[in-house]
């Protein structure tokens, strides 16, 4: 008997030991991680003082913008890229927005969307968006992550006020029509094969200093949609190349999008200017194995690894 009630004594006090694979004590992973680093991306504020048109509330883009510099900069974001069309029109609806950005105190990087051409003509070489001595696109690299900014306006109907180079957008817009593209739209651009050829340079020297990358674009490449760079395949084409890429982020689908590609994740984020009360932003925390997308407002929060 004296045997029975020491063996039930030991049970007992097994069963009582704190569990040591209790939620209490795992260590989830990131748990008490932080990240390398952390960037924020708006897309497509298409701000100017006009009335509403539809689903896009122009005017209140200037307060979304306020709300989404104030956040990231809460947030510790070590930048913010614009990934195009922050005014919907006229010259002077630049300072307001740029005023917001500047006031943050947060450093904004700025690639070119097809409305931010919505200027006179006589102003399109000037916008103050355009970076790297007016050239659209250009890169930079941080904590050994390339960015490369990409100018998806160089071949188009609306981003120049030189005739010849309006001839080439009619051009290739014509050949894309006669072929019954799905991206063959007036307001979609293309690149050159000089900014082509630039970028695979880029994505060489990135392989060579072992630096993993990210592309910036206003247009997208992936899926298949109306709104796609005009030679989206020939970049595709490029890409495939190379496997040190993560992600190509851009914004001219208002709707947002994702896609993958030779294991690169396309990301399209919400355009800010659509609806009158959500804001679209997101937070992106870099690690070293995947990246986290915290959306804010419409837009969605997403894990991408690689």
């Not at 195009?84 to 950005?101: C, P, Q, R």
């Not at 930079?140 to 990409?150: G, K, N, P, S, T």
């Not at 890409?239 to 993958?260: E, P, T």
Request: charge should be neutral; aromatic fraction near 12%; glycine fraction near 6%.
């Amino acid at each position: 008997m004296r045997l029975l009630f020491t063996s039930l004594a030991v049970l007992i006090s097994y069963f009582s030991m704190p569990d040591k694979n209790s939620s209490a004590d795992i260590q989830f992973p990131d748990q008490n991680k932080k990240p390398i680093f952390s960037f924020g991306l708006i897309a497509d504020a298409q701000y100017s003082d006009n009335n509403p048109v539809g689903t896009r509330f122009y005017r209140l883009s200037s307060q979304k913008l306020k709300e989404a510099a104030e956040s990231l900069k809460r947030d510790s974001a070590d930048f913010i890229i614009n990934l195009g069309d922050i005014i919907d029109k006229d010259f002077e609806s630049y300072k307001k927005v740029l005023d917001i950005l500047r006031a943050s105190g947060v450093k904004t990087y700025h690639i070119t969307g097809n409305h931010d051409y919505s200027v006179d003509p006589k102003l399109k070489n000037k916008l103050p968006v355009l970076q790297n001595s007016k050239k659209g696109y250009f890169s930079f690299v941080h904590e050994h992550f390339r960015f490369i900014f990409l100018d998806g306006n160089e071949i188009s109907i609306y981003s120049s006020g030189n005739k010849t180079a309006i001839k080439q957008g009619e051009d290739t817009l014509v050949s894309m029509k006669a072929r019954g593209d799905i991206n063959a739209m007036d307001w979609n651009g293309g690149m050159s094969k000089n900014q082509l050829t630039w970028l695979n340079d880029q994505l060489t020297e990135a392989t060579k200093e072992n630096e993993k990358v990210f592309i910036i674009c206003h247009f997208p490449v992936v899926p298949e949609n109306v709104h796609n760079l005009y030679n989206y395949k020939e970049v595709l084409s490029i890409l495939k190349n190379y496997h040190n890429i993560v992600a190509w982020f851009n914004g001219h689908n208002h709707a947002g999008n994702y896609g993958s590609f030779n294991m690169i994740h396309f990301v399209t984020i919400k355009g800010m200017v659509e609806t009158e009360e959500n804001n679209s932003f997101a937070l992106v925390e870099v690690y070293s194995d995947k990246v986290l997308i915290k959306g804010y407002g419409r837009e969605e929060s997403r894990t991408l690894t690689y």
